[in-house]
């Protein structure tokens, strides 16, 4: 550090130095401050933020655009506009202290690769360095994350493990369902017991890193289609399914243009008093989802009139959305009906009813079989068309 100008300090005291009381990096002010910094220069050079998702920077001109994200101080810049996209790269460079890494390859510890079938997400050097710092690199596979049937809950006299290395595990296992959607039930069921884990706790976390020594180049398969702005959505609801407080679990899985791009499996805040109920509050769910993200393609310049699908495998919830008789059976759920019924009778969302041979979302609400895992193969959902086992060929 150097004295401050106009500091004038004898002879005597030269030697001293001063004492840093406060430094700005590591405040919670910082990324904030860096953040306005950053907004104040894009805005300046003709891009508008996103109101579905403040990271996102956008610029559109004569039927181009040109899209910047950005996480902390990492972004991502793509568009279909050479010129502007130079620009854009020489402002940033004029403004701030970067590098340009090129083509995108590998971004937050997710491996980014290319082929002829299209563009490919996965975790395959996180997952490998999790299975060496943990020492589970040398294991037996498994062929589920979960055991089936299996409940986790809290026992009076469980034999309790090291708290500080459960959380560590149940972290860094969660940054890994960024591109893993079949972690997401299990995960979420492990960091419900992150304040007293006990030994059945740290045995499921640990039997899902053995069933990442299985294949851990997994990952996500983005493919080009036709259809590029329809919005599905497959929900499913486990009802009383948690032993410790009889609350029940929605899941769901949410497809743009025949992709999978966002999924979610979460316990509901509240006791439900039917798999009705339940089930009202996972459409509830999967609807919020969905409208964001056609707010988000509305953003893009890819606006659809075609109707949200959301799937669902319950009649009576498909039939009391549809009623528009309020009854008692329903008092208590009325705000989510209305809510939902509101987006059926402006025909932003529609219900079709999927068979209940067909769970799709089955695998976001409960502990699964391998046999259930290998029908999903059959029926090309997850696990064949959208998560490949393999990367691709030719990248």
């Known amino acids: 550090m150097e004295l401050p100008p106009g500091c004038m300090m004898p002879k005597t005291d030269s030697q001293k130095v001063c004492k840093l009381q406060k430094a700005l990096y590591g405040l919670k002010q910082s990324p904030r401050a860096w953040f306005g910094r950053f907004t104040k220069s894009m805005r300046a050079f003709g891009y508008h933020q996103s109101n579905s998702d403040h990271t996102l920077f956008l610029k559109k001109k004569q039927g181009k655009i040109i899209a910047l994200i950005m996480y902390v101080d990492d972004m991502v810049v793509t568009g279909n506009d050479p010129e502007e996209r130079e620009a854009l790269q020489g402002h ?48 037996q596979p498994v062929d589920t ?23 560590r595990l149940v972290g860094r296992l969660m940054y890994l369902a960024h591109t893993w959607p079949d972690l997401a039930y299990e995960l ?30 997994q990952g996500i398969l983005f493919t080009k289609n036709e259809d590029h702005r329809s919005v599905d959505v497959y929900k499913d609801a486990d009802w009383a399914g948690a032993v410790d407080d009889r ?35 996972g459409i509830a769910l999967g609807v919020r989802e969905a409208l964001w993200l056609r707010f988000l393609l509305q953003d893009l310049g890819c606006v659809s009139k075609q109707p949200i699908k959301l799937y669902c495998d319950n009649k009576a919830t498909c039939d009391i959305s549809h009623n528009p008789v309020q009854n008692d059976r329903t008092k208590h759920v009325e705000i989510d009906r209305f809510f939902i019924k509101e987006k059926l009778d402006e025909k932003i969302v529609e219900l079709p009813r999927i068979r209940s041979e067909d769970p799709l979302a089955d695998i976001l609400t409960k502990a699964v079989s391998s046999r259930f895992c290998a029908n999903f193969v059959e029926l090309g959902f997850i696990l064949k068309q959208h998560c490949h086992r393999q990367l691709p060929e030719a990248i």
């Open 188 to 217: 979420s069921i492990v960091s419900q017991y992150m304040h007293n884990p006990g030994e059945q706790h740290m045995n499921a976390v640990l039997r899902i890193l053995r069933y990442l020594k299985s294949d851990p180049g």
């Open 145 to 167: 994350p979960v055991e089936e049937g299996l409940k986790l809950c809290i026992e009076s006299n469980q034999i309790l493990v090291d708290k500080g290395r459960y959380q």
């Open 247 to 281: 609350r029940s679990t929605s899941g769901y899985f949410t497809f743009v243009g025949g992709n999978l791009v966002t999924w979610r499996s979460k316990k509901q805040n509240v006791v439900a008093r039917s798999s009705a109920e339940a089930e009202f509050r």
């Open 92 to 139: 940033l460079f004029g403004e701030f202290k970067m590098k340009d890494l090129g083509p995108l390859k590998y971004f937050l510890g997710i491996e980014v690769s290319r082929s002829n079938k299209g563009i490919f997400l996965s975790q395959r050097k996180y997952a490998l360095d999790l299975l060496r710092e943990t020492g589970m690199l040398a294991c």
